[in-house]
């Protein structure tokens, strides 16, 4: 199971470095999925004017990916638990060179919370004890 975080949708969508590292990863895995929130990151990252320009564009795209994919938007961990989880998170993780913004937060809640093994482009993950997808 893995859980496919907003760079690396992002990745994918504007031809990345890292864009057919994560395209590949996500074929492999067993059961992709993702949450709301790192859509709404994604979108939003997606609709500066350097990329789609608007977020409608942005979104209609991300969607498109999820649905192309077979990437399972699933919901959030029950409101404590996403709350604790990722409060916990941000204690462990939010220091030093590496660490963790807010919505890396919530998916580090949302791949916890599932047992999932973590994709992402940015190396954050790999300093949480999280399982990172290479």
């Known amino acids: 199971m893995t859980f496919v975080d907003a760079a690396a949708i992002a990745a994918i969508l504007v031809a990345e470095p890292e864009a057919d590292r994560c395209a590949a990863a996500i074929t492999a895995a067993s059961d992709p999925f993702t949450s709301p929130i790192a859509v709404w990151e994604a979108v939003i990252s997606l609709a500066r004017p350097d990329k789609f320009g608007r977020i409608d564009r942005a979104q209609t795209a991300v969607h498109r990916l999820l649905d192309d994919c077979g990437i399972e938007l699933r919901q959030m961990p029950p409101p404590a638990e996403a709350a604790s989880i990722s409060t916990e998170a941000a204690r462990l993780y939010r220091s030093g060179r590496r660490r963790l913004n807010l919505a890396d937060c919530f998916h580090y809640a949302c791949a916890r919370h599932y047992g999932a093994a973590i994709l992402s482009t940015d190396d954050e ?8 997808v290479p």
């Open 125 to 132: 993950f790999r300093f949480t004890d999280l399982e990172t």
